[in-house]
Structures are given as structure tokens and as C-alpha cells.
């Protein structure tokens, strides 16, 4: 299928490439040409020989997945995108770097058609892939069949220096070693170089032999402009369909330029004179920026096109399919269309106590059945995350129809593997540690944002009531610093109901969830007791239990905190007309009329007591200048939960008193 | 020095630990008993035989360092501590757990003497010591002279599987490997256990060939309950002077116990009859918790005192020292003592444009000169963070009294590794990185708050003020969220002279700070026409220039957005009676009286206007009801910086047209 013989036309294919990158970088006045002229051979052996794609069918389920993990090369990306016939028009790389280009200055998911993955913060590229494919791998153990082989493409890379010193790259290849993904290949662009200097400086590790140690096949390219080399390299890293591949190709940093080799090369334009002398050390001295000449053009369109056959063969068998496993089509298309199917009711609990995360495990695990797309675990916290899906199987090499993925004790890279699973149409991702250890995921969590991914984080442990453990488990700021996130929506559930409703909700959400859950039990909010619930839970935001008559103060609280505004205001009774809000989402709550906002925090009723056992920070807006807040403004303690609620001041008659305090 | 003879007396002491721990967690009725079971004959040789400590004489500079990076094993630390003499009174055993104990679930830095660091976020204990070590050889390398070695100690450590899987634990290694930590030793409780199961789920990596391949040396002990073994490894590790090492020894989880070599045994108490049955195989059955054999007690009172003598002897050196070297003599007293020299005024800049990144790099070098305590780096970007001390040299192997760390694309490890070099009296470390990587640093800068380590976290390019790298590296959420974490200081200068006092004012605090700066040039403001900025800055937030008379509004600014401010007030002179507030930390503003506060943001000016490049989460505690805010409520974008401002609506004219919004 593919050739190794490479003529002249693939070296001016691969100088075009490097100079229609460093043309973009210097016509932006910014960005980065060190990459694209080093790594250009790497990049286009692997997109003229290898890559199964189809730029007329960019979202084609089986393609092969690309992932530039230093986004920073995105020059390159674009001027291959550019060449195959992306649509992305010479103007776009013109445009390079400004104001609502679709060249922006790293690669951004749904910005540019052929960008698989928002690429930038080092390391993450690579943990995505990773997510990638075991995503595919999930599809092809569910839906192939014999004579039906839907799922069985290859994932790719380019990762730096930069990527491999990262620690999720680290944890994330850990994770492919143990999960055997046969399928993922990564091309490192060697070139020691770091923007402070040699990578002997500070990177002097053994890398092949860490990704040994890993489990992965390793091939050393020691010329990364041999076009030949590279070549088969890439069909020995495909030919191991057991261990993840990492092919080490040396290259030089801004080759070909005056800059080669030196760090200088990384991050600036080279500059007119430079860039000149470039272009003629590639033989194009004469010709202006962003030339292509015409035999180049006509072998990326030739190149680009190798794969339309295998796409509509795709295609056909794929109709075929629907004939043979009618059921498992329809689940098929329905996957990939990213369509819910009717989830019913959410469960209600009646009453009792129950930790939320409790709660949770239920609502998740009888979702599980309704929903094959969901597929997740923890971060070596299963049991106490309350994420086990029993009975569906742990997700591993022998059995990859398992649904609970064992991520380890590796926090950053479950958050970029489910960002990588959830940049697969079909599966709905989840991962799952306690709230404190979000820190760990949140540049995961940061990207899950970004690139808009249903990504659903459940964090659980929500509070002081962890207890014992002791301020190193303890969430303080935990809420508000997901709360001040762009794009992503944070949830902390009353009570077993109040998750079951959201439950549902998240599911809608365009974007990721926090699911912040408790450790300890909480009272069952009774639906008869409290009817707004159901409809209220999913605003956001509602009037849990109203006072007889117009309220004169309002008790606001989330999560845990909203039972203790509850024995509060029943404290109050026949003292003070108290209204409790439950305000489990901002995000949702936020989105709400305002006519609907004001009937639940009407502004008249200015007495307002916030009760959540966190930071106060940003609970003003919704407690006005008279109003005030029961919080937590330092580290927690190693005490029983019940003793820390008590120090901290969260007891009824706390609550109760700085209530009547708002009237003094 | 050392003996390797192991009899009936140690094979009790051993036994003790175990029994001691697992009693504590029993009458906590919460804890982790297993590892205590496990690691005990490792902890004991080392402690035993090794560590060289003085519990009369917990602050002993010379002293080696030990950490326990799984904190949950907190007990048997307690234990160990308790038996050594370090003042920890059996109550306090019987205490674990409680609210007010010495005793905390994981180890607290400050509660317990003898805990060096606070630990329970795997992998950072490990990262820790990686700092700590870099301290001792700093510290030997200015200040040991022929015949006066006074820092050559080790720092050893316990890891677990859940450490080693961390990425900042793998980031930390690799670095450790580069900088030829041979005084770093750790044991590896190698005991193939996680909470969710065996390790071979999910940790299938070959850990020896990975720390070989970082440049360690690996020592394999089959059996970790032979203390000969650990002992002869521990003998070995000390050898390699030029290797960190790690001794891999195979335990079992909760050994002796009816739950050994299960995850049962990780989290949770034993229980009264597991218990028995593990003080029954011990050979205790008979005897009751918390007992301690009278041989036992006296063999650790005896090991404990070995070393009383080189701590004298020590201290007789330091005395001799401060006549040989007089002058080091009073430097390294004062750095011990954490005292500050006189630094004079702060440099103050005339005039001109200057990114706050470039002012701060001029003070920090000049700083550097005063403060021989200073050492840091950035995570491989000291060009962009102008964090590169000139002409102070690289800390390498070679060159330990090099100033300039490099810690490569490893920000969490850098974070990490500075908190290891605050625990070290004598060193001020700092780490750089962009803002929007403070992300990466997070988990650790919490430790820094925790433990109130005094670390400076240097974060550039700190807006949408970066440009052209878009949204992956534009901060947008970052303020927000360092503010509201408990115990840090968060500074964001206006300009280069706020810059120059607020590095002076950041040396006094008692924690850590987070220095925010710009990428992009600002307008300098000259101290003859902003008069109030010196002393002001101090305050975390003052009046930086006054409308003539009553003013009507308040804008309220920080950073890049100060000299925003300024030109809007321009604009709206003879309209609009404007103060301009600059608000460069909310953290030091909150401290000043009510009275200096209410002077700079007067309750009577309702009129005010935030102008922030981020999101306004927060900041309604400043703008109260009336207030509006000129803020970024969503992801950047890729563009040249002027572009995105204006884009944003932070121009002087959009900024103006806010403050007249307020009035209609």
C-alpha cells in the first residue's frame, strides 16, 4: 500500500512545507519556525505514505488520528492541511496568528477542519493521543464484527523534547504501556534543543530506555531528514500491534537556516535576512514567499486523495452493517451523531441518608446500562469515588470490551486521556479522584473547556467532612477556583436527589461538568417533602423550602451545606420568614431568566446568609452588600468531620444565630 | 559507624512500630495500617542504622532529612518519632487524628517536630527531597571549607507504587538523575498494591529500567522483611555518591495481618479481631495497645542518642568556622535565622515603557547580588521570564555554586522542588513559568501555603496581553484562581516601579507569593508624578492619582490594567470627577485597617469600575452593588495584543465610556 521510494518531488514536497511554515511566521511577526524546518521530513513521510485520511471527509469515524503535541509547530500543521485540500485557503496562511483566522497560533480543535485536538501545553498532545486510542480501540471492540471491521485505525504524533519531560506525558505513557495500545505511534522530533539550551543541560535521561521500561517498541532514526529512514521506522512501529511505538529520529532545530541548531530558532521569526538565506539554501532563492510549485501542489493532491477509495469502502460497508447488526448500527449512529436516547425519569431516593457520592454511584452505575457510551474510572480511587461500573468489566488489553478504565494514580493524564476519549464521537467519557487532587487535572480540565469536550469529572470528598485525612485532603478553594473556569460547569448536588436530577442535566451540558460529591452521608431530601426539587435542581438554582409568608432573610447553600440551611430555618420558625435556596450550579442558575433569578433571590430581601464550607470568594454576587456568608477562609484539620463542621461554625444553631446577626 | 548486626531487641522494635501504628489508626477508628505493616523493617533500619538525627536538636542544619511521601502513613512516622525521643508523648499517639493533636492524619511541616515536610499529595514528597538535596549541596558548596565540611548530609525518603506513578514524582526523577543527586536515597515500598488492586492493572511498567534509564542507581531487596538486606542496600546507596539511588523493596501490604496483601488493608482500620490476630502474630497477643517493651524503648532511646556527638561536634565546628571565615560564618548565620540584610530603597525606574517582566529581572539580578540566599530558575522558559540571574552561573553538578536552576518543561516538579529548597533554611527559592501554567504548579503551590513556605512563584506573560499564542497560553481564569487560595499572596504590579516595591514587600511575607507580570511593555509611572505609588504599593492598594475634589467614581485596576485606568481618566477630566485606585494585591490591601480602606475606596463613592484583563469573579467585594466591571468572561484568542485589548474593550475610550455608563 504505501512506497518507500522518495524522489525529488517528496524532498521539494517537505522543503515547501518548511518554508511555507517560516513564510507564515514572518508574515505574523510571531511564532515559531525551529519546528516545522526540522521536523518537515518526519511530518511528511508519515502524511504522504501513512496517514489514512480524507480531506473531503474530515470526521470520516475510521480515520487515522494526527496529534502535533507541540502546538506550538502549528505552522506546519496548517501548510499540510493547506496542501491536502483541507479547504484551508493561502489567504488563511496569510492570516497566520490573527483576529479570526483559522491559523491561530496553536492548533485549536473546531477552528481549523484536520485540527483533531486543541495542542499547546506541553505533554497533553501526547495524553490525548493516548485517549485516542484507546477510544478507538473501546469502538472496535464493541461494534467490529467478523467481515465488519469499522474501527482499526492508527493514532500518530509528533512529540518534543518538551512533551517527553512532562510528567502527564509521563503518566500518560505509562498508561499506554499497560494498555498495550499497539496502534499509537509517535514520532520525536529529537533535536536537543530546549529554549535554555542543550538538553544537557537539564533532560539528560536514557529516553529509549524509559520508554522501554514503559512497555514501548522504541526505533532510533539517527537522520530525521532521511525520508527512507523514517519510513521504515513508521512501518516497524506499525507492524507492532502490541506495544505503543516511539520513534526518536534526530533532527536539527530550524534546519536549513542560519539559526539551525541554536535555541534562537525556536520561537521568533528568523528575520528577512535569515529567511532569505533559507529559502535558498532549499533552492528557492527566486521564488517569493508562500510559492508552490506546481508539481508539489499536484503530489499533496495525489497524496491526499490515496484514501477516498478506503473511505467510501468505509462508507459501504458501514451501510452494509446496518443490514447485518441492525441493532448495533443503530446504537452505532446514534453514538456517533452524539445523540442521548431517552433516559426516562431520574431515580428518586425516599428518604434515609446518603453521601452524594453514594448517590452518584447508583444513578451512574444504572445510567451505565442505558448509556454504552460511558466509559471511565479513577484515578486509583474506584471505591471511594463510588465509580465502579459493577459488572461491566475493567477496560484492559484482554478485554477491551470492559467499561472501568484503571487510570492509576495518575491525575493530570486521566484528565487528558478523557479528553482524548472525548474527542471520539461515541463515547462518553468520565474520570473521577477526590475534589481536593482536581488541582492535579486542572490543565486537563483547563483543555477539556477550551475545545468544548463532554467531559464529565467526578470529584468527590467534597469538603472538611473528608475529616481525618487532614488539610492536604480537604478542599478549601476548590469550588470557587473551578467556578472561575470558562465553559465549564460545576455541580454540587443537596442530596441523593438533587444527583439524580443533575445527573441528567450534565448529560446535556455542551461542554465538561464538575461533579463535586460528598464523603459523608447527608439527609435524602424527600420529593413529597420538597416538590420544587425535581424542576428546581435542574435550574441551577431554586427555592427549596420557602417561609410562610414573604421571606424576610434568605439562607443560599450548595451541596452539603444546604441539609444545615435547612435545620437553620427550622430553628428560625416563628422568629424570623426564612427562605432556603438550594443553588447546586452557578453556571445552570446563570443561565436562567432574570424574572426566574429574581423570583428565587428576590432583590427586595437583602438579609442573605451564604452557607458553603469553602472560600467565600465570589459568593458576593450573590449575597449583596448586607449579606453575609458561613465559609471556610483557611486550611482545614485533621478532626472527625462533625467536630471540624462544629469549629468552623457549621451547626444549626451557628447557622441560626448569624442569621439572626443580619438583623442587629 | 554503622552496624549490620540485626537481633531479637530490633526484630521487637520493628514489631513495635507496626503494632503502635496499627493501634493508632484502631483507636482513631481512621487511618491507613497497612503500609506501617509493611514499610516498618525498612523505616527501622534506616532509622536505626542510618539516619543521622538528633531528636534533642530537631533543627540541627547537618541533620539528614527524612520524607515520607505516602503520608497517609502518618502513624507510623508518629511512631517512630514518639520512640526517638522527639518529645511526641504516648497521648498524643492515642490523639491521632483529633482536632488540636501533634498528630494529624498526614504529616504536617510545623505541627509535629521532626516532620520535615507535609506530605499526602503523592509524588510531591519525593519532588521534595529532590529540593532539599539541591539545598544541602548548595549550601556545601558556598559555605563547607578544607577542614570544615558543614553540610554533607543525606536526605532519604519513603515512596510508594502511587508516588512513582505521579508525573511530578517522574519529572522530579528524571531531574534528580541530571543533577547527580547522590545524596538523595529512597526506599521503594514495593509492595504490588493499589486501592483499586494489583499493580499489574495498570502499573505494568518495568520501575527499574525507568530510574535507571533517569541515571539512578537501583537496588533490588527481594525481601523487605530482611533488615539485613535493607541494611546492606542502604550501605550500598550511600556508596554511590554521584547517583541518586532507589532500593526497591518487596513488601506486603498490611503484613502479619488477616488482611495482608489486600487493598483491604490500605485505608481503614483493621478492626478489633484483625487486630488481635496481628498482635497475636507478632507475639504480642497478650499484651495491651499502645505497649511498649522496656528492651524495645531502651534499644531506641540508645540508637537516637548516636548521634548527639557529630551534632556537638557540629556545632563546636560552627563555632570554629565563624573565627576561620568570619565572613561566611555571619552570612550563613543570618541565612539560617531567615533574617533579611538591609536592602536599601527599592531601584526606582524614571520614565519610559517596560514590560513588568523586564523591570523584575532587573530588580530580582540586583536583588540576587544582596541576597546570596536566592536560587531558582524557570521551567525551560528563563529568556521569556527574564529569571536568569547574569553571570551567576548554572547550579549542575559541576558547578554547585551556580545560581540559575534549571528545571526544565517540568513545571510541577519545579513547583515541588521548591518547596524541598524553602524547607531548607538558608536557600530563597523561586520558580518561573507563564501564568497560565501556574496551572501545572497548582498542586504545589498549595503545599507552599500549607507548610507557609516562603517560595516565590515567578508568572509572566500574565493576559490576553500575550497575543499571538491564543487561548492555550492566554490567562483568563488564573487570578482569580490563585486568589482564592488560602495563604498565598498574589501581586500584580502596575508598572516597573511597583514592581521594584513590591519584590522588597513579597521578601517580608510569611508564605508564599505568586509575582504576576506582563509580557508586553507599560507605561512607567514616573514617582515624581505619582507620588503615592512607593508607600502605596506596600499596601497592596492605594490611590494612584486623585481627581481634583470629591471624586465621583472609582476605577479600580491591576497590572497592565493600571495605566488603562489612567488614560480613561484622562479622557473624562472636566466630565468626571475619576480616582484611580491600583489594587496590585488583595491579599496586603485586606490586611491594612479599615480606616486606610475605606480612605482608598470611600463606601459613599458607589460609582466604581473594576478593570481587570480576566474574569470579575471576586471582585464584587470591591465594586459592591452599583459597581460594573470591564473583565474577559471568556477564553482568549489568537491575535496580536493591541488586536485582542481593543477586541476585549480595554481601550481608554471604551473604558470612559463604562465609567459615564455608571451615571445613566
Chains 1, 2 share one sequence.
Not at 30 to 42: C, E, R
Not at 87 to 102: K, T
Not at 523 to 538: C, D, K, Q, T
Not at 548 to 568: C, H, K, Q, R
Amino acid at each position: 500500500m504505501t512506497t518507500s521510494v522518495y524522489n525529488r518531488k517528496d524532498r521539494a514536497s517537505v522543503d515547501t512545507l518548511r518554508l511555507l511554515a517560516a513564510d507564515m511566521v514572518e508574515t505574523a511577526q510571531s511564532g515559531h519556525p525551529g519546528l516545522p524546518l526540522g521536523a518537515a521530513p518526519l511530518l511528511y513521510a508519515l502524511w504522504s505514505r501513512f496517514l489514512k485520511h480524507d480531506p473531503q471527509c474530515p470526521s470520516w469515524p475510521n480515520r487515522d488520528r494526527f496529534i502535533l503535541s507541540p502546538g506550538h509547530g502549528s505552522s506546519i500543521l496548517y501548510a499540510l492541511l493547506y496542501l491536502c485540500g483541507y479547504g484551508l485557503a493561502e489567504s488563511e496562511l496569510r492570516n497566520f496568528r490573527q483576529w479570526g483566522s483559522r491559523t491561530p497560533g496553536h492548533p485549536e480543535f473546531r477552528v481549523t477542519p484536520g485540527v483533531e485536538a486543541t495542542t499547546g501545553p506541553l505533554g497533553h498532545g501526547l495524553a490525548m493521543g493516548v485517549g485516542l486510542a484507546m477510544a478507538a480501540r473501546a469502538m472496535g471492540a464493541r461494534f467490529n464484527r467478523p467481515g465488519f471491521t469499522l474501527f482499526d485505525h492508527y493514532v500518530y504524533g509528533l512529540v518534543s523534547d518538551g512533551d517527553l519531560m512532562e510528567g502527564v506525558a509521563a503518566e500518560a505513557a505509562s498508561l499506554a504501556g499497560a494498555q498495550s495500545l499497539g496502534q499509537l505511534i509517535y514520532l520525536y522530533d529529537d533535536n536537543h534543543l530546549t529554549i535554555e539550551g542543550g538538553t544537557d543541560l537539564t533532560f539528560t535521561e536514557d529516553v529509549r530506555a524509559r520508554f522501554l521500561a514503559y512497555g514501548w517498541q522504541v526505533i532510533v532514526v539517527a537522520d530525521g531528514e532521511d525520508l527512507f529512514s523514517v519510513h521504515q521506522a513508521l512501518e516497524n512501529a506499525r507492524a507492532d500491534r502490541e506495544r505503543p511505538s516511539l520513534i526518536m529520529a534526530r533532527t536539527v532545530l530550524g534546519a536549513g537556516s542560519p539559526k539551525a541548531d541554536s535555541p534562537k530558532a525556536h520561537g521568533e521569526p528568523l528575520g528577512a535576512q535569515a529567511l532569505a538565506a533559507t529559502r535558498e539554501f532549499y533552492g528557492y532563492g527566486d521564488k517569493p514567499p508562500f510559492f508552490v510549485d506546481e508539481r508539489v501542489a499536484k503530489n499533496f493532491a495525489t497524496r491526499s486523495r490515496a484514501h477516498e477509495a478506503a473511505r467510501l469502502s468505509w462508507e459501504a460497508l458501514l451501510a452494509n452493517y446496518a443490514q447485518a447488526y441492525p441493532e448495533e448500527s443503530r446504537e452505532l449512529n446514534r453514538r456517533l451523531a452524539q445523540e442521548l436516547p431517552e433516559l426516562g425519569e431520574p431515580i428518586s431516593f425516599p428518604t434515609g441518608r446518603l453521601a452524594t457520592r453514594v448517590a452518584s454511584g447508583q444513578v451512574l452505575n444504572a445510567l451505565a446500562r442505558k448509556l454504552p457510551e460511558l466509559l471511565g474510572g479513577s484515578a486509583d480511587l474506584g471505591p471511594s469515588n463510588k465509580t465502579s461500573l459493577e459488572g461491566l468489566g475493567s477496560f484492559l488489553p484482554l478485554t477491551p470490551t470492559g467499561r472501568n478504565i484503571h487510570f492509576g494514580v495518575r491525575e493530570e493524564a486521566m484528565g487528558a486521556v478523557v479528553n482524548g476519549l472525548a474527542l471520539y464521537p461515541g463515547i462518553r467519557p468520565y474520570g473521577a479522584t477526590f475534589l481536593v487532587f482536581a488541582d492535579f487535572c486542572r490543565p486537563a480540565i483547563r483543555l477539556s473547556a477550551l475545545m468544548g469536550l463532554k467531559v464529565i469529572y467526578i470529584f468527590t470528598h467534597d469538603s472538611v467532612g473528608v475529616g481525618e485525612d487532614g488539610p492536604t485532603h480537604q478542599p478549601i478553594e476548590h469550588l470557587a477556583s473551578l467556578r472561575v473556569m470558562p465553559d465549564l460547569t460545576v455541580i454540587r448536588p443537596a442530596d441523593a436527589n438533587e444527583t439524580a436530577v443533575l445527573w441528567l442535566e450534565l448529560l446535556k451540558r455542551p461542554g465538561p461538568v464538575a461533579l463535586v460529591l460528598s464523603r459523608q452521608d447527608l439527609p435524602v431530601l424527600p420529593l413529597e417533602e420538597y416538590p420544587a426539587l425535581w424542576a428546581g435542581a435542574a435550574r441551577g438554582g431554586y427555592v427549596l423550602s420557602d417561609s410562610e409568608g414573604e421571606p424576610e432573610a434568605i439562607i443560599l447553600a450548595t451541596g452539603s451545606e444546604v441539609s444545615l440551611a435547612l435545620a437553620a430555618q427550622k430553628l428560625l420558625l416563628g422568629q424570623r420568614r426564612v427562605r432556603v435556596v438550594s443553588l447546586p450550579s452557578w453556571e445552570i442558575f446563570a443561565e436562567q431568566s432574570q424574572a426566574y433569578r429574581e423570583s428565587v433571590l428576590p432583590p427586595r430581601v437583602t438579609a442573605r446568609l451564604g452557607v458553603e464550607a469553602g472560600v467565600s470568594f465570589g459568593w458576593e454576587r450573590y449575597l449583596g452588600e448586607r449579606g453575609q456568608m458561613v465559609s471556610i477562609e483557611r486550611f482545614g484539620s485533621s478532626a472527625p468531620a462533625a467536630r471540624l463542621f462544629e469549629e468552623f461554625g457549621f451547626t444549626p444553631e451557628k447557622v441560626a444565630a448569624r442569621v439572626s446577626g443580619l438583623f442587629s
